[in-house]
């Protein structure tokens, strides 16, 4: 059997300490997960958190360089702990759900803030703002055989040298399993499936020229700069 046109590359992470990759399926991402965010996005900090998916097509492998995208004038980053499924399932337990989690990486959920409002203000859906060309940058990922399956410890982002987000992996509302848990109610994960885990406060905006640099201590670091729109 032939392809009709030619057939695409395999979105793909690298793997920490090796030359392997782990092949991504879907992006699958919590929204308003630290209650110091939901409270910047006009929440009261009481909200359950929900998900949203980004194409497997908007991964940045590794983080580097990514083009201001088109048709915002507003995009912002959000820095999360990004968790990567290496066994599906439905209605998994939250206590098993740690079996389930090949590793860990950080990534970017870049976000159109102007598109997401206006799906919000009009009861539209969120795509246009979230899920776009290089929208979710991702570092290489360390698998949970060899730093376990994180809990705490800091989250943090610097914009240009300056600290612009600080949170810890403990302030989340749902924890990891508690994320599996809920999806795979509603979905069959699968093997190469990610969970973006939700963003600290201190979201904003970035602009060419501006450089990122990321990290979870003890589990990865990420960095981006922002090239001119195509
Ligand atoms: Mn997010």
């Known amino acids: 059997m032939a392809f009709v046109i030619p057939a695409w590359t395999q979105p793909a992470l690298p793997v ?9 399926r879907r992006i699958f991402c919590v929204g308003r997960n630290y209650v110091e965010h939901q409270k910047e996005m006009g929440g009261d900090g009481r909200e359950t958190p929900f998900f949203f998916i980004k194409s ?6 590794g983080g580097g360089s990514i083009h201001y995208p088109l048709k915002t004038a507003n995009c912002h980053y959000e820095t999360e702990m990004v968790v990567a ?17 090949f590793g860990y990486g950080i990534g970017f959920d870049m976000t159109r803030r102007d598109l997401q409002q206006h799906g919000k203000d009009h009861g539209r859906p969120w795509d246009f703002g979230k899920d776009f060309d290089e929208s979710a940058p991702c570092s290489e990922l360390q698998p949970a055989a ?3 399956h994180p809990s705490k410890g800091a989250i943090w982002l610097k914009v240009n040298g300056k600290e612009r987000q600080r949170a810890d992996l403990s302030d989340m509302i749902w924890s990891a399993p508690e994320q599996i848990a809920f999806l795979s109610e509603y979905y069959t ?9 939700g963003t600290p406060a201190g979201v904003g905006p970035v602009n060419p020229g501006d450089q990122m640099h990321a990290g979870v201590d003890g589990v990865a670091e990420i960095r981006v700069s922002i090239a001119p729109a195509l």
Not at 56 to 61: D, G, N, R
Not at 85 to 101: D, K, L, T
Not at 189 to 197: M, N, R, V
């Open 189 to 197: 994960l699968e093997p190469g499936d990610l969970i973006y885990s």
């Open 146 to 148: 060899k730093i376990g």
């Open 85 to 101: 499924i290496a066994r599906g399932g439905r209605r998994i337990a939250a206590a098993q759900a740690n079996e389930h989690i």
């Open 16 to 24: 920490a300490g090796s030359a392997d990759q782990f092949p991504v």
């Open 56 to 61: 497997a097509h908007a991964l940045v492998p």
